[in-house]
């Protein structure tokens, strides 16, 4: 059988009316065997989708002729089966949360970085490097330096920088920030509130992680460990083959290959992270 094709995809748009988008792309995705979970806001489209090479060329090219979603940002992959179990495309009030209004990619963004010129930004000792994702898909892989910002939801990521400026930044000549995020619409939104709160040199992975794993060779790679993704494969590596990590059913987050032979795992029931939060380990 044919490797399923995963396409992960958004793309900030104004869109008047995103209620009158859902119901044509859920029945495309439907003809298509299509599954995943796409949002619409009044900002736009973002979403992962799997199936058929066809069926996702499909889908791609109809969000590409919705209005200013020409030139949608899609990232591909592959994967064994299929990732998803069934097809949602939610409304949603942003496309990804951050909860601060006024916060506009279209109107005022960080510059972009191709992946071939992030390790030398990263490696400059005046450029500080925060990981814009939450603290369990950091503690799956992240760039060698890296700051964990420990957040549990992207709507914790405003606060933390407000709390922490002054230690990031210090005083007088100002670092160069560069952030990163898995496919990179998250950095879209936390560039452009770091420019909203008067911070000029901002940058981000173009892309994210996940154009930086495709287009990076391991041996020249300054990733380390996986990333995490968004569905049953959980995580991939280098050249955006498939992980190590499985997901725990009852909590959720990744577990790596030490932890699945960790005596605290047991699938289904618990693992390290969680054994003995609940009731589903008591015996074990």
């Not at 958004?10 to 003809?31: G, K, T, V």
């Not at 916060?103 to 990981?131: E, K, R």
Request: proline share 6%; net charge negative.
């Amino acid at each position: 059988m044919d490797p399923i094709t995963v396409a992960a995809l958004y793309q900030f748009a104004p869109f008047a009316d995103p209620a009158a988008l859902r119901a044509p792309l859920l029945q495309l995705c439907a003809e298509h065997g299509v599954k995943g979970t796409l949002l619409l806001a009044g900002e736009g489209v973002n979403g992962t989708i799997a199936g058929s090479a066809a069926g996702i060329a499909a889908v791609v090219a109809h969000v590409r002729s919705l209005p200013h979603c020409a030139g949608l940002d899609v990232k591909y992959s592959t994967a064994a089966t299929m990732p998803f179990a069934r097809m949602k495309v939610r409304l949603k009030r942003e496309i990804v949360t951050m909860g601060v209004d006024g916060i506009d990619p279209l109107a005022s963004v960080g510059t972009y970085i191709d992946p071939h010129d992030w390790n030398a930004l990263i490696s400059d000792p005046d450029t500080i490097v925060i990981d814009t994702r939450n603290d369990y898909e950091v503690a799956v892989g992240t760039f060698a330096g890296a700051i964990d910002p420990q957040t549990r939801s992207f709507r914790e990521f405003p606060a933390w920088f407000r709390q922490q400026r002054d230690s990031l930044l210090g005083e007088g000549r100002q670092p160069r920030v560069a952030m990163f995020c898995t496919g990179g619409i998250r950095c879209e939104k936390s560039t452009a509130f770091l420019k909203s709160e008067g911070v000029d040199a901002v940058y981000h992975l173009k892309g994210g992680i996940l154009n930086y794993l495709e287009q990076v060779p391991e041996t020249e790679s300054l990733w380390q460990g996986e990333c995490f993704v968004f569905d049953e494969r959980v995580a991939i590596g280098h050249g955006l083959k498939p992980g190590s990590h499985v997901l725990c059913g009852p909590c959720g987050r990744p577990v790596d290959a030490a932890g699945q032979q960790s005596p605290l795992y047991r699938a289904g029931v618990s693992c390290p992270a969680c054994h003995g939060e609940g009731s589903g380990d008591a015996d074990a």
